[in-house]
RNA sequence: GCGCCUCUAGCUCAACGGCAGAGCAAUGGACUCUUAAUCCACAGGUUUCGGGUUCGAAUCCCGAGGGGCGCACCA
């Protein structure tokens, strides 16, 4: 069967839902329309039938009779899934439900397969993943998620853009890894014949235009992380980095509170909502606390990078902890902090004065110099936003680079690799900045409400299926 | 990478050591106001794959593959 090209349509449903809200029951408007969309319901009375058509924007009735629409024959055979292509006149049927009066119509595409059960939808996982069309069309809610995605990626860049950030793009693919301690993903590039890392994260060169000039300067982009798949982790995810000139860390928390609750406004209306059945609250401002301040108070002992190893190291024990040879106090410190503290702070909360030897990037505190001006915001027990007054003396970050390189010849598959070319871009002059990553898909889950990070992700990473 | 759970018709699920079933979808038919329409009829399967135990395996055991959750890694 041949199809047609194009479909001239000129309402949406959801329009005709506004539009028609006063319609009475059995009252016809007169006005013609042309709509089009998928065949999810189909009821058949005889010489009447019944659709109910799904657009991109919602879902309104076909009503057809064999005395008005053309092709009867062939409507009332129309399949679950097809798509079709309607002209009629809006109608309320005696029974309330408003619809198009189906006068001529046309099918745009059949569908060969259905779209699973037409009350259960589609359950399994793996299908639902694998071909996420079918998904899309089987389960509203999982269309809604990706939605919701989309319009809080909408209102960051609005909001950026408001406060005079400047969009841009930086390399994917990398001579090094560099801007974050990570596994990479490793490819090669035939004509130079060289080895490409594809980025752990866009940092380095982001700091490289402020030194540039671009004062405000963002990149909403794709990361790869050679690491472990979890309900919060996929190998390619989506982050905001920003940099701002002339802050500092005090600043960039300020506008991370600010700008994750307008996010809420503008997709949900509201700052405060539930996740997963518990209150949630996005309001700013959010709380502070040093991770040595949060620490002490949850284990119930005063404990900073200045406590006694020998005292970092039993609480670690006491705590099932194993203690690897590289970790000084600032790593000690961190991880009694994450096996404590992290999985409690609900609501948003700024956790700031990183130990400068977990923060090779970050500049040293100005009353502490084993500690730095950086801070990290968790929600729901997750890590949400990354920031930091960015170091900017030159031979300052070559030091802290050798340390990484220390690391990693001590056995640290994750430290960071040595950027030279960083280095010279901050002997050319880095002005005070601050910096600041969020995950958009950990972000996406709360917006969306959901708890596995492939509901924001149009096609998740899945396993190749091989054959046997 | 490790542990636990899981995989039955296109979809959603039963059967849990004794003939592999239902609803929806599909197919054929009835029906002029349906709402997951209803009713009648018909069809649909190497029970993910490969071994094993057993008189007999979807069911028990071993291995492989996919998926879910947890741990590790990490954001």
């Not at 029974?95 to 359950?123: C, H, M, P, T, Y």
């Not at 620490?295 to 690897?324: C, D």
Request: glycine content about 6%; overall charge negative; hydrophobic content about 40%.
């Amino acid at each position: 069967m041949t199809t047609p090209y194009s479909f001239e349509h000129d309402a949406f449903a959801s329009s005709l839902h506004e539009r028609f809200a006063h319609l009475g029951d059995g009252a016809e408007s007169g006005t013609t329309v042309k709509v089009a969309g998928r065949v999810m319901l189909l009821r058949t009375q005889g010489k009447l039938a019944f659709a109910t058509m799904r657009d991109s924007s919602g879902e309104i009735q076909l009503f057809a009779l064999s005395a008005v629409t053309t092709e009867f024959e062939d409507f009332v055979k129309l399949h679950l899934g097809d798509w079709v292509g309607v002209e009629g006149e809006v109608v309320r049927t005696r029974r309330g439900e408003l619809s198009v009066k189906v006068g001529s119509w046309q099918l745009l595409a059949e569908a060969k397969l259905n779209f699973g059960d037409k009350w259960a939808g589609i359950s399994d996982h793996e299908l639902r993943y694998r071909h996420r069309e079918a998904d899309l069309w089987a389960n509203p809610e999982s269309r809604l998620a990706l939605t919701r995605r989309s319009e809080l990626v909408r209102s960051m860049r609005q909001r950026l853009w408001e406060r005079s950030f400047t969009e841009v793009e930086t390399p994917i693919l990398n001579g090094i890894p560099s801007g974050a301690a990570a596994r990479p993903f490793v490819t090669h590039h035939n004509a130079l014949d060289a080895e490409f890392f594809l980025r752990i994260a866009p940092e380095l060169w982001l700091k490289r235009l402020v030194v540039g000039g671009f004062e405000r300067v963002f990149e909403i982009g794709r990361l790869f992380r050679n690491e472990g798949i979890s309900p919060r982790h996929n190998p390619e995810f989506t982050t905001l980095e920003l940099y701002a000139a002339y802050w500092d860390f005090n600043d960039m928390m300020a506008l991370t509170e600010e700008l994750v609750a307008d996010i809420a406004r503008d997709v949900l209306g509201t700052t405060e909502v539930s996740y997963q059945g518990r209150p949630f609250s996005f309001a700013a401002p959010w709380p502070r606390l040093s991770m040595s301040e949060i620490t002490s108070e949850k284990i119930g002992e005063e404990v900073s990078v200045h406590t006694p190893e020998s005292r970092l190291h039993a609480l670690l024990a006491e705590r099932g902890i194993a203690l690897h040879d590289s970790w000084g106090p600032g790593r000690c410190l961190s991880e009694l902090f994450e096996a404590t503290c992290e999985a409690d702070l609900w609501n948003p909360i700024f956790i700031t004065e990183h130990p400068v030897e977990i923060s090779p990037l970050a500049r040293r505190h100005r009353r502490d110099a084993l500690l730095t001006e950086r801070f990290e915001a968790f929600a729901v027990g997750r890590e949400l936003a990354n920031g930091f007054s960015e170091l900017n003396d030159p031979d300052e970050q070559r030091a802290r680079f050798e340390e990484q390189a220390r690391l990693a010849a001590a056995g640290d598959d994750e430290a960071m690799t040595i950027d030279h070319d960083f280095i010279k871009a901050l002997e050319w002059g880095l002005p005070p900045t601050a910096g600041l990553g969020i995950g958009i898909d950990r972000l996406a889950m709360l917006i969306a409400d959901v708890a596995n990070i492939r509901e924001v992700i149009a096609f998740p990473t899945l396993k190749p299926l091989r054959d046997a």
